[in-house]
């Protein structure tokens, strides 16, 4: 079955640098949309950033410009560096991935796995 264990996370000062990874096995289909989502506590769950079939990526506006997400098709492994933290990107930081195409045009579905988060605090 689908599994993405998350990595990277912990305690950073504002203005530093995480970089987190999501290490995906199992995926029946080769092209899957994957993104980084986040919930600070209280609050609900927002999408962060995305890499659609194609290869292109989507940023949500409060992390243009800092944040940036890739990935290793070879090792299958997203990544998301996270640079000028700020104390509002304190959050539970989750992997997810949609079902899969073999077609790289297809849009994106919904997110269906998830992994099982990792913590990022930012102090200042």
């Known amino acids: 079955q689908v599994q993405l264990v998350e990595s990277g996370g912990g305690s950073v000062q504002s203005g530093g640098s995480l970089k987190l990874s999501c290490t995906a096995s199992g995926f029946t289909y080769r092209r899957n949309c994957m993104g980084w989502f986040r919930q600070a506590p209280g609050k609900e769950r927002e999408g962060v950033a995305f890499i659609n079939r194609d290869g292109s990526s989507t940023y949500a506006d409060s992390v243009k410009g800092r944040f940036t997400i890739s990935q290793d098709n070879t090792k299958k492994i997203l990544y998301l560096q996270m640079n000028s933290l700020k104390p509002e990107d304190t959050a539970m930081y989750y992997c997810?991935?949609?079902?899969?195409?073999?077609?790289?045009?297809?849009?994106?579905?919904?997110?269906?796995?998830w992994g099982q988060g990792t913590q990022v605090t930012v102090f200042s």
């Open positions: 997810a991935a949609d079902g899969g195409s073999v077609y790289s045009w297809a849009r994106c579905a919904d997110y269906i796995y």
